[in-house]
């Protein structure tokens, strides 16, 4: 089976396992060979996709739900899309900052209906003219924001995303690369899914949003206690690489919630702050996974 495995984040719902490990594979791959070698093969890197798990049923094919502003209705939801406003305006001087009083929190969950849709609607509007997002219709950014609550929300769709992954990993897997949401999936699945014959040398986290307090972490599988989470039995070291820019990843440094055997290191993507892509070709990303494939020697 695979020694190294990627699984991916939010917005892959039109995509299927063959075509997403054409984007992805060469690129981690690269970002391999950039940082110095050698370069495992491609047959030795497996996908983990569950992404189709969020495709709309029921609808023509292809098609995102013609979302707005008045479909931000769960709590969760508000919340983090508030959050990410708050982020791109720390990040991005070309977003101006939600400086309106009561918009997060218990004060946001209490606004009425009408006004929490205007604030949607500025968040919107002040989200899609960040940097990184010039372009993303409303309807796309609002599509991924219901992907990663949905995760917490749906015990369907979180069961079977942990089993896909869960799938790919035996007792030759030493790499784990998790890209956004997919390292939500790829630590629940380290913790709850977990085999006497796994011995997985290395996390690889990409953009994640696991350290985000009350929208992710307290929501975690197994619980987090006091924000201090689990360390997963199977896992031996774990490299957290985050763009400081990267709104997704609210909170970059997860070792204060996970522990002192993770490693944060910081990394620059450019305009696409969260692009898949931008991370799998850094060459930090490629030292971890490198780092993952020579540890024999690290006990466990």
């Known amino acids: 089976m695979a020694k190294v495995v990627f699984v991916h984040g939010v917005g892959k719902q039109y995509l299927s396992e063959d075509s997403l490990a054409r984007d992805t594979v060469p690129e981690l791959l690269g970002g391999v060979r950039l940082a110095g070698g050698p370069v495992p093969e491609p047959a030795d890197v497996a996908v983990a996709f569950y ?3 969020f495709r709309p049923r029921a609808t023509r094919g292809g098609d995102t739900p013609d979302y707005d502003a008045a479909d931000v209705e769960a709590d969760d939801e ?3 899309l508030m959050e990410w406003w708050a982020e791109a305006a720390r990040t991005d001087p070309g977003v101006p900052p ?3 009083p009561g918009t997060r929190g218990a004060a946001g ?3 009425s209906r009408s006004l929490r849709i205007r604030r949607v609607r500025a968040a919107l509007d002040a989200l899609t003219g960040a940097s ?3 372009g993303v219709l409303d309807k796309a950014l609002i599509a991924d924001l219901k992907q990663l609550t949905g995760y917490f929300g749906d015990e369907d769709v979180r069961r079977e995303a942990r089993g896909r992954l869960a799938a790919h990993i035996d007792a030759d897997t030493r790499v784990v690369v998790a890209h956004s949401l997919g390292s939500v999936v790829a630590y629940e699945t380290l913790c709850g899914e977990a085999r006497p014959d796994w011995d997985v040398h290395m996390l690889v986290t990409l953009g994640s949003p696991l350290g ?3 929208l992710v972490l307290d929501r975690l599988r197994p619980p987090a206690e006091n924000r201090r989470a689990r360390w997963p039995r199977p896992l031996r070291a774990w490299t957290n690489i985050a763009d400081d820019t990267d709104i997704v990843a609210v909170v970059r440094e997860l070792r204060p919630a996970f522990g002192p055997r993770v490693t944060d290191v910081p990394v ?3 305009a ?4 898949a892509v931008r991370y799998l070709t850094a060459e930090e990303t490629g030292r971890a996974v490198l780092a993952g494939l020579g540890r024999e020697d690290v006990p466990a």
Not at 272 to 275: R, Y
Request: aromatic share 8%.
């Open 109 to 111: 969950r209490a606004l």
């Open 78 to 80: 508000f919340e983090l």
């Open 272 to 275: 696409h702050v969260h692009d």
């Open 268 to 270: 620059r993507n450019g």
């Open 132 to 134: 990184f997002l010039r």
């Open 98 to 100: 939600p400086d309106a």
């Open 212 to 214: 985000m307090g009350a």
């Open 51 to 53: 992404g189709d798990l």
